[in-house]
């Protein structure tokens, strides 16, 4: 396993940030961490990195723990926090270099990285001069100096332009192909096409923890319907393989089912045998967007 995480507990004063989580990842899998604003990720990364120390639990990082081999862990763990620490006043190839010599990098393996994460053109800049997608990939290219053996990615698409997002998106599919990487993000669009498994977060717990080709093979059906006339929801009920109706507002109601069949005939069906008139029918199939909200009401 390239990260083993056993209940880990992480308290400030009174508050739990994180309680008793667990997970693994195997090596090469890229994994998408999410969760709402104060649900812990961001403390789970910093532990992750040694930046910050468990209160209670275990993490293993390619066979090393983070709290007795912090320096084993440092050597094998790629970081780009979520607020990007660079040196503006400084050029792009100076600042590389300056972090290289603090690894003992070479000139080759500098070379290999700004190659990597597209910097080539940039190099003669000063980092303030540069756009915000260009400065990730600063963050990157330092992070990936030292050859890593998994990367911790907090929020690294956060205020890029659609352009920057395809750009840093195909990087990080490029990178995971030797790689783990643990990738957190509010943007579920990324996770759909970057992630293998997705982990979800919420008040520090997690709530699910699958691969994103099962969530996808189990997704609920949504139908979104309006009827003429006011339906009470034993009537629904009757309907074929339905699991959950809502009323939305008046004669509007959201209809989830069990079943990858088209259930709109069906509904047509039920309200035409039922004296009633079929105004709308939506499809609104359960994206990883709508799970992700149901989760972490």
Same mark, same amino acid.
């Given at each position: 396993m390239s !990260?083993?995480?056993?209940?880990? =507990?992480? /308290?400030?004063?009174?508050?739990? *940030?994180?309680? *008793?989580?667990?997970?693994?990842?195997? +090596?090469g899998?890229? @994994?998408g961490f999410l969760g709402p604003n104060g649900a812990g990720k961001s403390t789970m990364m910093k532990i992750i990195t040694t930046y910050t120390a468990p209160t209670e639990g275990t993490v293993i990082i390619n066979g090393h723990n983070v709290i007795t081999e912090p320096m084993l862990v440092k050597k094998? @763990?790629?970081?780009? +926090? $979520?607020?990007?620490?660079?040196?503006?006043? %400084?050029?792009?190839?100076?600042? !590389?270099?300056?972090?290289?010599?603090?690894?003992?990098? /070479?000139?080759?393996?500098i070379k290999e990285v700004v190659e990597q994460v597209g910097l080539i053109p940039e190099v003669h800049k000063k980092i303030g001069q540069l756009s915000k997608g260009y400065?990730?990939?600063?963050?990157?290219?330092?992070?990936?100096?030292?050859?890593?053996?998994?990367?911790?990615?907090? $929020? +690294? =698409? =956060?205020?890029?332009d659609p352009n920057q997002l395809v750009e840093i998106r195909n990087l990080i599919k490029e990178i995971g192909k030797t790689k783990t990487v643990l990738f957190s993000t509010h943007i579920m669009q990324e996770v759909e096409a @970057?992630?293998?498994? @997705?982990?979800?977060?919420? &008040?520090?717990?997690i709530v699910i923890d699958k691969k994103l080709s099962e969530l996808k093979s189990n997704k609920n059906q949504v139908i979104e319907v309006a009827f003429d006339l006011r339906v009470e929801e034993q009537l629904l009920?009757?309907?074929s393989k339905l699991s959950k109706a809502i009323n939305i507002h008046d004669n509007t109601w959201q209809l989830t089912f069990n079943t990858s &069949?088209? %259930?709109? +005939?069906?509904i047509?069906?039920?309200?035409?045998?039922?004296?009633? &008139?079929?105004?709308?029918?939506?499809?609104k199939n359960e994206d990883l967007e709508s799970l992700f909200r149901s989760l972490t009401k």
């Open positions: !990260i083993v995480v056993e209940n880990i =507990t992480k /308290t400030y004063g009174n508050q739990k *940030a994180l309680d *008793a989580i667990s997970f693994n990842i195997n +090596p899998q890229i @994994v094998s @763990v790629g970081y780009l +926090p $979520e607020h990007n620490p660079l040196y503006l006043d %400084m050029y792009v190839k100076e600042y !590389i270099q300056f972090n290289a010599s603090i690894h003992g990098i /070479t000139k080759n393996r400065r990730q990939r600063v963050g990157l290219a330092v992070a990936l100096l030292h050859d890593p053996e998994v990367l911790i990615l907090d $929020e +690294p =698409t =956060t205020g890029l @970057v992630c293998d498994r @997705v982990i979800i977060i919420n &008040k520090g717990q009920n009757q309907i &069949k088209d %259930m709109r +005939p069906i047509f069906d039920f309200a035409h045998d039922n004296g009633l &008139k079929l105004l709308q029918s939506q499809l």
